[in-house]
Nanobody, 125 residues
Framework: VQLQASGGGLVQPGDSLTLSCAAS????????LGWWRQVPGQGREFVAQ????????YYADSVKGRFTISRDNGKNTVYLQMRSLTPEDTAVYYC???????????????????WGPGTLVTVSS
């Protein structure tokens, strides 16, 4: 499956932004899907995951209560709604499909086999 994230941009602190990740060459319904982010020079950080059906979600403590992950299997798309953004949320955001969940936890990068190119989110006044 190929993934393509979009929706990044420059926003001000306190603003909201929604990222989308569309899949091609396969169906996302087979996979739990996650969002990760990376600040240049730092490691990739887990943000959120949604299970195959969308019934269960997991979040990093740093975004809990502000970000919402959701999916539309019919549209082959996963979303990340971000509210109350702060400069600390500035990063390149990646979507990923988990194919190795039997071996690794949902917040372990090794659980994810398929990654799309990221989309940059910059939060600055």
């Amino acid at each position: 499956v190929q993934l393509q994230a979009s929706g990044g941009g420059l926003v001000q602190p306190g603003d909201s932004l929604t990222l989308s990740c569309a899949a091609s060459r396969g169906t996302i319904s087979r996979y739990p899907l996650g969002w990760w982010r990376q600040v240049p020079g730092q490691g990739r950080e887990f943000v959120a995951q949604v299970t195959r059906s969308g019934s269960t979600t997991y979040y990093a403590d740093s975004v809990k209560g502000r970000f919402t992950i959701s999916r539309d299997n019919g549209k082959n798309t996963v979303y990340l709604q971000m509210r109350s953004l702060t400069p600390e949320d500035t990063a390149v955001y990646y979507c990923a499909a988990e194919a190795n969940g039997a071996s690794y936890s949902y917040d372990d990068r090794r659980a994810y086999d398929y990654w799309g190119p990221g989309t940059l989110v910059t939060v600055s006044s």
